[in-house]
Nanobody
Framework: QVQLVESGGGLVQVGGSLRLSCAAS????????MGWYRQAPAKSREFVAT???????NYADSVKGRFTISRDNAKNTVHLTMNSLKPGDSAVYYC?????????WGQGTQVTVSP
């Protein structure tokens, strides 16, 4: 089993910054992918960013240049640094890890960007 615990969400004003963190524990293979998705009210869950254990990163077009994903392989943690936040970034942010051929999800952390 794999567990994910997220932290760092909250309320921020437009243009502000937040840093999300996620720690994975349990049975995790060294070759894995960690990342973030988000879901706004009445919308589907959407991809935000991922990072492989090998160092490759991928971002949604909507966050490129504003968000940075980073990870610590030794600690199985992933972070999402979010700058220049917009009201459209408001959502519940979910951490995930792809390991053993399946995705595991965190419980989500709320990010609210106020005008």
């Amino acid at each position: 089993q794999v567990q994910l615990v997220e932290s760092g969400g909250g309320l921020v004003q437009v243009g502000g910054s937040l840093r999300l963190s996620c720690a994975a524990s349990g049975s995790i293979v060294s070759n894995n992918v960690m990342g973030w998705y988000r879901q706004a009210p009445a919308k589907s869950r959407e991809f935000v960013a991922t990072a492989t254990s090998g160092g490759s990163t991928n971002y949604a077009d909507s966050v490129k240049g504003r968000f940075t994903i980073s990870r610590d392989n030794a600690k199985n943690t992933v972070h999402l640094t979010m700058n220049s936040l917009k009201p459209g970034d408001s959502a519940v942010y979910y951490c995930l890890i792809l390991t053993h051929g399946r995705n595991y999800w965190g419980q989500g952390t709320q990010v609210t960007v106020s005008p």
